[in-house]
C-alpha cells in the first residue's frame, strides 16, 4: 500500500555535456524482501483488523448482546493493530531512504500515482453504497466531502489523506536538506497547514456547512514514519538474523490492546503507546529477516499488489460479513468464522489487485 520499497539499479549514466564532469553512476540499491513482507503482513493485517471490527459493530460493542462474536471480534481487531503504525513507517524509509526524491516533479508523479486511484475508488464506493442502500447521504454530497477529506462510505480511505501530507513534508524536508529550494512544495504544505482553521472561519462568518477539511496528519504518523525509517535503515545484525524474542513484548502489548478495548475505550487509538509498543515489537522481530530466494519473486508481486488490496478490500469484506456474522455465534464458531473471512477476503483482493495489475489497470486502481 505504499510506494516500493526499494529502486531497481540505474543504468548507464548518460554522457555530460561538453565542459563538464560526467556523473558517476548511481549506487546500487538493495531490493529490502523483509520490506516486501512486512508490507504484505501489514495489509492482512488490515483485513484482519478491518473484520474484526466488523464483528464487533454486530456484537453493538457490548459483549452482552453476543459474547462469542464480540470476543472474537475484539482479539482479531486488535491483532491487526499493528498494520497502520507499520505502513506509516515503511512511507518514512521509502522517502528518507528507500528511493528518496530528486525533484517536485518526480515527487509529484509519486502522488499522482495515489490521488487517482483514490478518486477512482471513492467513486466506486458511492457507486456500491447507493446500488446497496447503504449511503447516508447522496452522492453528490458525498463525493463533495470526499473532495475535501471525508471517507464516506470507505472508511479505510482515510489513511491516504494523512499519508500524502506525511510524504509531502517528508520529501521536502529530505529536499531542503540536499540543497533544493521546493517553494511550491513549502506553499502547499502551508494551505494544507492552514486550510482546516480557515475552513471553520468560512463556516463560521458565512454560515455555510462546509465540508471538514481531513487532509493532514496527527504528530503520531510523522513521528511512526521517521522512527520506523531510522528502524528499518539499521543495518543487519551480526548474525544476519533478527531477533525473536521482540515478540514477546509484541505480545504481551497485544494482550493489554484487548484488555483497553474491552475496558477503557474501543477503538484504541493508533497513538496509545501499547499500539506503539505492540509495532515496534513486530517491526524489529522482523527487521532484516531473510527471505529464501524460491519465495522472493511470489512475495515482490503480492507486496507489489498490497496497494490494490487495500482499495479494494472493504467492499469484498462487508458483502462478507453482511451474509455470514450474526450474534448467535459460540465463540470457537465465531473465532473460526473470522479466520476464514479474513482469508476469503485477504484471498480474493490480492486476487482482483494482480488480475487488474495483468491488465495494466494499476494507474487507475491502485
Same mark, same amino acid.
Given at each position: 500500500?505504499t ?14 555535456p ?9 549506487p ?7 520490506i516486501d ?25 457490548? $459483549?452482552g ?10 482479539v482479531a481487531?486488535?491483532?491487526?493493530r ?12 521509502v522517502v +528518507? ?8 516533479r ?13 478518486a ?5 464506493y458511492?457507486?456500491?453504497?447507493r446500488?446497496?442502500?447503504t ?7 458525498l463525493?463533495?466531502?470526499a473532495?475535501?477529506?471525508s ?12 499519508y ?6 517528508? $520529501? ?8 533544493s ?10 494551505? +494544507?497547514? $492552514?486550510?482546516?482553521t ?43 538474523r ?11 502489548? +497485544? ?8 475496558g ?19 517491526l ?13 519473486? $511470489?512475495?515482490t ?9 487495500y482499495m479494494?478490500?472493504? +467492499? ?10 450474526d450474534?448467535d ?35 487507475l486502481?491502485?
Open positions: 500500500m510506494m516500493p520499497s526499494s529502486a531497481s539499479p540505474a543504468g548507464p549514466a548518460l554522457p555530460a561538453s565542459g563538464q564532469p560526467a556523473p558517476g553512476p548511481r546500487h540499491r538493495e531490493h529490502r524482501y523483509d513482507l512486512i508490507r504484505l503482513l501489514c495489509s492482512v493485517g488490515v483485513i484482519l483488523c478491518h473484520t474484526g471490527s466488523a464483528f464487533v459493530n454486530t456484537a453493538g460493542r457490548e $459483549a448482546n453476543g459474547p462469542g462474536t464480540y470476543w472474537a471480534g475484539l481487531d486488535s491483532a491487526g499493528f498494520a497502520v503504525p507499520l505502513f506509516f513507517a515503511i512511507a518514512g524509509w +528518507l531512504v528507500g528511493a528518496p526524491v530528486r525533484d517536485g518526480q515527487l509529484w508523479r509519486r502522488i499522482v500515482r495515489i490521488l487517482v486511484p483514490l477512482v475508488w471513492t467513486v466506486l458511492i457507486a456500491w453504497g446500488l446497496r442502500g449511503n447516508d447521504a447522496p452522492a453528490g454530497e463525493a463533495l466531502d473532495l475535501f477529506g471517507v464516506r462510505p470507505a472508511y479505510h480511505l482515510w489513511y491516504l489523506y494523512a500524502i501530507p506525511v510524504i509531502l513534508l517528508l $520529501a521536502f524536508a529530505a529536499l531542503v536538506r540536499s540543497g529550494r521546493p517553494w511550491g512544495l513549502g506553499a502547499a504544505l502551508l494551505v +494544507l497547514g $492552514a486550510a482546516p480557515l475552513s471553520g472561519d468560512l463556516a463560521a462568518v458565512t454560515g455555510l456547512d462546509l465540508p471538514r477539511f481531513g487532509w493532514g496528519f496527527g504528530p503520531y504518523q510523522l513521528i511512526y514514519a521517521v522512527l520506523g525509517a531510522l528502524v528499518l535503515a539499521l543495518p543487519a545484525r551480526a548474525s544476519g533478527p531477533s525473536p524474542w521482540w515478540l514477546l513484548p509484541a505480545g504481551a502489548s +497485544l494482550a493489554a490492546i484487548v484488555a483497553y478495548q474491552h477503557v475505550h474501543y477503538a484504541i487509538p493508533y497513538a496509545s503507546v501499547l499500539v506503539a509498543l505492540f509495532s515496534g515489537g513486530v524489529l522481530a522482523l527487521h532484516r529477516v531473510r527471505v529464501p530466494d524460491r519465495l522472493r519473486p $511470489a512475495l508481486r503480492l507486496a507489489g499488489a498490497s496497494f490494490g488490496a479494494v478490500h472493504v +467492499l469484498v469484506l462487508g458483502v462478507l460479513t453482511d451474509a455470514l456474522v450474534t455465534l459460540a465463540l470457537p464458531v465465531a473465532a473460526a468464522l473470522a479466520l476464514a473471512v479474513t482469508a476469503a477476503t485477504t484471498a480474493l483482493s490480492f486476487g482482483a489487485a494482480l488480475l487488474w495489475t495483468r491488465l495494466g489497470l494499476t494507474r486502481l491502485g
